[in-house]
Nanobody, 114 residues
Framework: QVQLVESGGGLVQAGGSLRLSCAAS?????MGWFRQAPGQERDFVASIIWSGSSTYYADSLKGRFTISRDNAKNTVFLQMNSLKPEDTAVYYC??????????WGQGTQVTVSS
């Protein structure tokens, strides 16, 4: 079992930046970020493979969001720039050993004001 703890959410004005962190209790094959806005489904944001540093992004977020990791600390980051009100959501960290996303964090709220 892997525990995931997110941090770094908060309130920011449109155009601002936030950096989310996710500390994992152990290492998995890949880690990622998802988000869920009120009344919406949970959507994929970005993911990263621990071993090869391969990264993947939702097409609509490329160029604004960047995922990275610190292997020594088993921590994944999501740098979010040029934030828009439509980025408002609960952001979840997730981890996978290959197939489905098996482990989830509790989520951190990101609110972007206009």
């Amino acid at each position: 079992q892997v525990q995931l703890v997110e941090s770094g959410g908060g309130l920011v004005q449109a155009g601002g930046s936030l950096r989310l962190s996710c500390a994992a209790s152990g290492r998995t094959f890949k880690m990622g970020w998802f988000r869920q806005a009120p009344g919406q489904e949970r959507d994929f944001v970005a993911s990263i493979i621990w071993s090869g540093s391969s990264t993947y992004y939702a097409d609509s977020l490329k160029g604004r969001f960047t995922i990275s990791r610190d292997n020594a600390k088993n921590t994944v980051f999501l740098q979010m720039n040029s934030l828009k009100p439509e980025d408002t959501a609960v952001y979840y960290c997730a981890a996978s050993n290959g197939g489905t996303w098996e482990f989830w964090g509790q989520g951190t709220q990101v609110t972007v004001s206009s």
